[in-house]
């Protein structure tokens, strides 16, 4: 079976300080997504990554893909308020059941207090 | 900007009684997926269908059956509902980005918030 696991599984930091969100697992993934959800809302794509070693950056985050595509993390940096919220993970692959679909991670709340 | 809307946003209904959770997509697009959340188990895969009449199943697909006679609407149907089946569920469709559906990135509702008494 294909497991994600994230860590931390909270964080709770001041505004402008910098960050690191980990995604390990030990299978390998054809590609890696990140997704930020927000209270009452559906998760949003952020990234995704499918090259080993590749790192992509938005704005103040940075993505990285593991070089053995076993594992990702995703650094922010000077966090602000406005990064609060649910940071999902999810890695493209064949299952323990024989399909191939999206396996997620349990999440990482993040709270940026001002 | 691909469009889902889930119908309805919050339910209560009783143990036992059947309850159908509706997904609409404004787009043609040809996967769509049921997920729940659930504190401690994250976003788990229910069922999902990669066209008109076909569907499969997620790994979560027991107590649960769907429905997709149109390309645009995709029903969820607990067909008996249980307490163990309060979640939020959420609906999402594939942006179709890879050859391979199960790379590409997912576009989700905004979830329905169920809970069975």
């Known amino acids: 079976t294909q497991l994600l696991e994230q860590s931390p599984q909270f964080l709770s930091i001041q505004e402008g300080e910098n960050l690191t969100v980990y995604c390990n697992s030990s299978s390998v993934f054809s590609s890696l997504q990140w997704y930020r959800q927000e209270p009452g809302e559906g998760p949003v794509l952020l990234v995704t990554?499918?090259?080993?070693?590749e790192v992509k950056k938005l704005k103040r985050l940075t993505f990285q893909f593991g070089d053995a595509r076993k594992d990702s993390s995703l650094h922010i940096t000077a966090a602000q308020p406005g990064d609060t919220g649910l940071y999902l993970c999810?890695?493209?692959?064949?299952?323990?059941?024989?399909?191939?679909?999206?396996?997620f991670g349990k999440g990482t709340k993040l709270s940026v207090i001002p | 900007d691909a469009g889902i809307t889930q119908s309805p946003r919050h339910k209560v209904t009783e143990t036992g009684t059947p309850v159908t959770l509706r997904c609409h997509q404004t787009e043609n697009h040809r996967y769509m997926y049921w997920y729940r959340q659930d504190p401690g188990h994250g976003l788990r895969l229910i069922h999902y269908?990669?066209?008109?009449?076909?569907?499969d199943k997620g790994e979560v697909s027991d107590g649960y059956s769907v429905s997709r006679s149109k390309t645009e609407d995709f029903l969820l149907t607990l067909e008996s509902a249980t307490s163990s089946q309060t979640s939020v569920y959420f609906c999402a469709i594939s942006l179709g980005q890879f050859r391979s559906s199960y790379n590409s990135p997912l576009h989700f509702g905004n979830g329905t918030r169920l809970t069975v008494t």
């Open positions: 999810a890695g493209g692959g064949r299952t323990g059941a024989g399909s191939y679909q999206l396996t």
């Open positions: 269908s990669y066209g008109v009449k076909d569907t």
């Open positions: 990554v499918v090259t080993g070693g």
